[in-house]
């Protein structure tokens, strides 16, 4: 299944793509979810970030290729922060760079959607907790990250958390290719079989430390490529079985 958010007649809901359609569901599919009668045309409705958690987690460095592209020894456990919620934006949303800084990079990431309330879920157990898993944007202002010393500023402008286009229930997230393009040219092209953390220690690791509510979002880390955008940019985000997370980037006049 691979569920979406939308707005369409003035309404947001949930909904399952089907092809080129978008097939109404009532409820959330963190509790109640259920089919409903009415199918529009995927072309006729406004996907939305498919999600609304009450925070991103996100990780460090999750990949052997990203590792070695920067230089830095393979974690022994895994790096977390967070993003801010307000720094979500959805499919087709521009990407804003922000005057203060001088050089923002792309960083396409698998995200995991949390299904229910997890605490100290063994690793044997992790997978249960995902209700599936969608794309996200780790957008990053590399100056800011560097001159910091920490990722708080650098990872939390408004516009930098690109999510989308849908939450695919049935991938398996540790075998997937991703891939990020700009302007239509690839950049970033791996396999979640790269992972130094797969989906199930980063859950487990993650609720080690906080606990974790349904919508939740913890993007599992980029594969090495990482450069700049700029303005007039176009940016993608594909991985096998989710699908592409298209937006622009622009600074504002
Ligand atoms: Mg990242």
Do not use: W
Request: with cysteine.
């Amino acid at each position: 299944m691979r569920i979406v958010r939308f707005s369409a007649a003035g309404k947001t809901r949930y909904g399952v793509l089907e092809g080129h359609h978008v097939v109404e569901y009532s409820g959330t599919p963190f509790g109640p979810f259920k089919r409903g009668r009415r199918k529009f045309l995927l072309k006729q409705v406004v996907l939305l970030a498919p999600v609304v958690p009450s925070k991103i987690v996100a990780i460090g460095l999750n990949y052997r290729d990203h590792a070695e592209e920067v230089g830095m020894p393979i974690p022994d456990e895994p790096y977390i922060f967070f993003k801010p919620v307000s720094a979500i934006v959805g499919p087709e949303d521009s990407i804003i760079l922000p005057p203060i800084s001088t050089r923002v990079d792309y960083e396409g990431e698998l995200a995991i959607v949390i299904k229910k309330r997890c605490r100290n879920a063994p690793a044997s157990r992790a997978r249960e907790y995902a209700l599936g898993y969608t794309c996200l944007n780790d957008v990053t202002a590399r100056d800011l990250q560097r001159k910091d010393g920490q990722p708080c500023r650098a990872k939390a402008f408004d516009t930098f958390a690109p999510i989308g286009p849908c939450i695919a229930t049935d991938i398996e997230p540790n075998a997937v290719q991703i891939e990020t393009y700009l302007n239509g040219e690839c950049r970033q092209a791996s396999n979640t079989k790269m992972f130094i953390f797969p989906v199930e220690d980063v859950i487990a690791r993650v609720s080690q430390v906080m606990t974790l509510l349904p919508g939740d979002v913890i993007s599992t880390g980029t594969p090495a490529g990482i450069g700049p955008m700029r303005s007039g940019d176009r940016v993608e985000v594909r991985i096998d079985g989710i699908g592409t997370l298209k937006n622009g980037v622009m600074s504002l006049p």
